[in-house]
């Protein structure tokens, strides 16, 4: 059995309670690392905590909105008191935003999908990169989307949100890359999760269309999302930073 990639590392995950950071938080802390799980919704987290016991890992919850700055600045000074460290800074929680045509597109909706998934990535980058760049090492990997790298008609405010995700990703990656820290971001397109769901229960005709968009036939799973996460977190990527990862089943090919 080789040894655990992440043994002795600290894993903060943020929307850890559901989907990918769940599956995310299990996999780092089947690979030993101690994780936070970090999310607005607390059920969520907690059974999120009980089966990284079950698996015989170790996490612990802490409630934080990740649109709130000093939420956020919280949370990983947490981390770092309670564990000593900050490894790897997994910005996954998100909302899927209303789907509305630009010309009508609520500004409160607007505001409120910008500052989760734009607002949460920056927040939780600037913070951890305040620890890791000190450190002299760590990774920080942004949940952005396929929506971070191309448009979605209907989806005006998901996609600035994604494609302002890869921003700050590349701008940080560029700023910290001497100094032993990577900054990338993984861009699934439709995986199996609650938020696609959502899509199926609000617009069925576009849900019952979507694994015939991806070219493999089929949606992703939270396994292969968070095996790619883990693999920019790794040993094996250190010379890989700046990146937008596309895991799409080809739909950006
Ligand atoms: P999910 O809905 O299962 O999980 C999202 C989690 O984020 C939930 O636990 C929710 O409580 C949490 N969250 C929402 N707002 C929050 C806030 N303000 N502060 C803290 N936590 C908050 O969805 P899923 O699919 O696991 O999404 C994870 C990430 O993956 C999101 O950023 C999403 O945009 C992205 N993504 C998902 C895709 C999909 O098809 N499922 C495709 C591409 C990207």
């Known amino acids: ?18 989907g990918i950071g769940r599956e995310t938080a299990l996999q780092f802390a089947r690979e030993g690392a101690r994780v936070v799980v970090a999310d607005v919704n607390e059920g969520g987290g907690a059974e ?6 079950e698996a015989g890992g170790a996490a612990v919850f802490e409630r934080c909105d990740v649109s709130d ?41 607007w505001e409120k999908t910008l500052a989760v998934n734009a607002g949460g990535v920056f927040y939780g980058t600037k913070h951890a990169l305040r620890h890791m760049v000190p450190a002299g090492r760590g990774s920080v990997v942004n949940v952005a989307s396929v929506a971070g790298i191309a448009g979605f008609a209907g989806s005006v405010a998901y996609c600035a949100s994604k494609h302002a995700a890869v921003g700050v990703t590349r701008a940080a990656a560029l700023e910290v ?15 199996d999760t609650p938020m696609v769901d959502d899509i199926k229960t609000y ?50 090919a």
């Not at 890359?177 to 995986?191: L, S």
């Not at 920019?232 to 990146?243: E, H, K, S």
């Open 48 to 53: 999120t905590v009980r089966l990284v016991a």
């Open 177 to 191: 890359a001497r100094t032993g820290v990577t900054v990338n971001a993984v861009c699934p397109v439709f995986t």
């Open 203 to 252: 617009d069925p005709k576009l849900g019952d269309t979507l694994e015939r968009r991806i070219p493999v036939g089929r949606l992703g799973t939270v396994a292969e999302i968070a095996a790619a996460i883990l693999y920019l977190c790794g040993p094996d990527a250190r010379f890989l930073t700046g990146l937008a990862l596309p895991l799409d089943g080809g739909i950006t």
């Open 69 to 109: 700055a000093g939420e956020v600045a919280a949370l990983v000074d947490g981390a770092v008191e309670h564990w000593g460290r900050i490894d790897a800074m997994i910005n996954n929680a998100g909302v899927g935003g209303l789907r509305a045509p630009t010309a009508d597109y609520p500004d409160h909706d």
């Open 1 to 18: 059995m080789p040894d655990p990639r992440f043994e002795d590392t600290v894993a903060v995950v943020t929307g850890a309670a559901s």
